[in-house]
């Protein structure tokens, strides 16, 4: 069975400004799911490209994190013809065996990238607009249902419609609200014969169900609402790609894990949203931070501060003054980069474009995050949250630094284009010719 047991709460701030109950409501849990994979929460998943946590191999991240879930995307996997290619489709196991997941970590399988680069056309009853390798096209909402069962994730995000305007129409909306709930009907119905097959045989590899909660006022998602209400036994989690719309959960769900999807505005996002009850985040942030040649270095304490200025949350190593610094990242921190590396060397290393740069600054500030997250865990446990809350916002800038270099070669759905835009690579080669300075 998949289970989740809140263990402490500490009531916030946050409190005075909605009516919810225990949405406003900082807490630690443990979610333990049917495979056997147990997490203390709140605490994060790292976002996947392909299935792999960019620049770490997976034995680097067997090895030197505590990376404890991966965020995984079908549509990444997606091209032309979703059943032949790529070899996804015929490779005689499961999405972790075919990534190579290390099995100390849990694999959580999304049907789109998040955030999601916005698609020209608008999803249909019943199929999903996605973008491939290939360019965007049509996922069939049964090819997803019929992959969960065939990929065996360990958790599974139900498909929500989003339209691609920030305020949808009283028509847009009710397509929002029946696809959405037609489309985790599909999916529940897939997924529970299918487990309850296994449990005859033995077999405890029963997904955990992540509902999406739509980005919409209560009132205008309210049948959705209580269509959850009445699934609640069958749901193991819920899932949110806005922070503002935690508050429409029902007090009969709030017993249920909550997901960010998309966390892309910084440690600051982060203790916001623990403070309304949730309890798993996708970092998106960390590997911007990291494919920007930037290092983290932020603690989450119950110091006092004083009247100075506000402090960095991070570094950005391309700065010329690292060339000679022999000292580490950062002072007193255990991983493996900080132990065995010093500034000097990583900056060395970007200027040439090494991707062991990159290596080194991803497992950096994937440590970084599991100390955070660690921190605030403990903060809720021994009763300093607000405190510890408090003095973060006090110490750190809230905005995080931006780089000055170029980072690693970017696939297309790392950036949105307006038309027009200069290319963000420079080219690998140049012309000898010395009229030609700007390469071929």
Known sequence: MNTFRVLKTAVTDVAATTTQPGAATARTGVLNLSKGFTMQTPNFLAPTSRGVVPHLSPDNLEKNTGVEGVFVALEDFIEKAPQRIPPLYTYPSTLRSFISLPSSTFLLLSPRRSPGITCPKANSDANLSILTSVGFRDLPIKDYVSAVVRLEPDIVLGIADIANTVSPGKNRVQKMVNRTEMWLDELLKMVYPVAAAGEKEGDKSIPAVFAPILPLEKDRQRFYLSHLVDNVEKLAGLVFTGAEFVDVVPEELAGLPKLQSDVMGGPHQVLEMVGRGVDLFNIGFVGVMTDAGIALHFNFTANEVGDEDKLELATDMWDAKFATDLSPLEEGCECY???????????????AKEMTAWVLLQLHNLKVMERFFGDVRRSIEEGWWEKGRSAFEKKYKREMPEGTGL???????????????KKLNEPAYRSLDSGDEDGL
């Open 337 to 351: 980069t900080c132990k065995k590396h010093h500034k000097a060397y990583i900056r060395h290393c970007l200027e």
């Open 407 to 421: 980072g690693p070669r970017l696939r297309g759905y790392q950036y949105k284009s307006v038309g027009g835009d």
